[in-house]
Nanobody
């Protein structure tokens, strides 16, 4: 089963920054919609940011102005997180869909087929 590879989680104090990265299998044709979700213990998995095959982005209200999702390559996505808050503490998951023509692009976690194993982000006050 195809799995995405994530990196970049860690611990930081409030106000600090972290950058997450995620890579998917590389293909010569088609495109990816890629996204970041997060989940805290006992909570539902929630969307953080999505970027489609054309580079259009969508952010959760909690991420607007602080987080930036970008494609570093056709199959690599990053999430730059600035001004981190304790409430950003969660397991962060990369998600993706791949297609040759039309690619479903969210908005919920149920809409994505490919997932990473998760990377922990902990923000202390």
């Amino acid at each position: 089963q195809v799995r995405l590879e994530e990196s970049g989680g860690g611990s930081v104090q409030a106000g600090g920054s972290l950058r997450l990265s995620c890579s998917a299998p590389k293909y010569n044709y088609g495109s990816y919609c890629m996204a970041w979700f997060r989940q805290s213990p006992g909570e539902e998995r929630e969307g953080v940011a999505i970027i489609d095959g054309r580079g259009r982005t969508t952010y959760a209200d909690s991420a607007k102005g602080r987080f930036t999702i970008a494609k570093d390559n056709a199959n690599i996505v990053s999430l730059q997180m600035n001004s981190l808050k304790p409430e950003d503490t969660a397991m962060y998951y990369c998600a993706a869909n791949y297609g040759l023509v039309h690619v479903k692009c969210g908005p919920t976690s149920y809409d994505f087929d490919l997932w990473g194993q998760g990377t922990q982000v902990t923000v202390s006050s």
